[in-house]
């Protein structure tokens, strides 16, 4: 499946804001292209984009074919506590991809 580049801070202050930004490896084809010799290109797009703080649900988003390939995703988090942030997506052959960063909390 896809994979993906997480960008994260190296530590951050207890409750304040720290931002996010990942981009994901996907061809999000939206099934209206045809290939060299006029067959459609099937759809398939990341339906499905969840990001958790120490397992606990923060961020989550449902994509359209209207995305563009390779998405790209900038997001705030409070900082609470060390920890990791775990990233999952599901796209439409219902292929998971998954990605982590640490997060250490000053």
């Known amino acids: 499946m896809a994979d993906a580049r997480v960008n994260v801070p190296a530590e951050c202050r207890r409750g304040e804001p720290f931002e996010v930004r990942i981009s994901i490896r996907h061809a999000m084809e939206t099934g209206y292209r045809t290939d060299a010799i006029g067959k459609t290109i099937p759809r398939n797009v990341i339906q499905r984009f969840t990001c958790r703080y120490n397992a606990v649900p923060v961020f989550a988003v449902r994509m359209s074919p209207g995305i563009a390939a390779n998405p790209y995703l900038r997001f705030f988090v409070t900082a609470l506590e060390s920890g990791s942030l775990e990233f999952e997506w599901v ?16």
Do not use: L
């Open 91 to 106: 796209d439409d052959d219902g292929v998971r991809g998954t990605a982590q960063a640490a997060i250490k909390v000053v």
